[in-house]
Nanobody
Framework: QVQLVESGGGLVQAGGSLRLSCVAS????????MGWYRQVPGKQRELVAV???????NYADSVKGRFTISRDNTKNTVYLQMNTLKPEDTAVYYC????????WGQGTQVTVSS
């Protein structure tokens, strides 16, 4: 069974950094395209960053140059390094394996104060 567990969120001041982790079980991370998403109340979940099975990455324009997605296949974990955080980055962050679109973790709350 696919299971995704996110962690690493918290409260940080604008300009600060956080590193999110997503531990995956039930899937082989290295052959899956993985994405980080975020959602604020009343809005649709949006894709923030994606890492393809081949290792290439892509980012939403709003986070390009500030966020970095990476993975450690030995730990079956995907990371999202978030730098120069802004109040508009406040959201619940989720990871997802694109091959298993119906499986989501509980998310991790990121709050950026101004």
């Amino acid at each position: 069974q696919v299971q995704l567990v996110e962690s690493g969120g918290g409260l940080v001041q604008a300009g600060g950094s956080l590193r999110l982790s997503c531990v995956a079980s039930g899937i082989i991370l290295s052959i899956n395209t993985m994405g980080w998403y975020r959602q604020v109340p009343g809005k649709q979940r949006e894709l923030v960053a994606v890492i393809f099975s081949g290792g290439s990455t892509n980012y939403a324009d709003s986070v390009k140059g500030r966020f970095t997605i990476s993975r450690d296949n030995t730990k079956n974990t995907v990371y999202l390094q978030m730098n120069t955080l802004k109040p508009e980055d406040t959201a619940v962050y989720y990871c997802n394996a694109h091959r298993y679109p119906n499986y989501w973790g509980q998310g991790t709350q990121v709050t950026v104060s101004s």
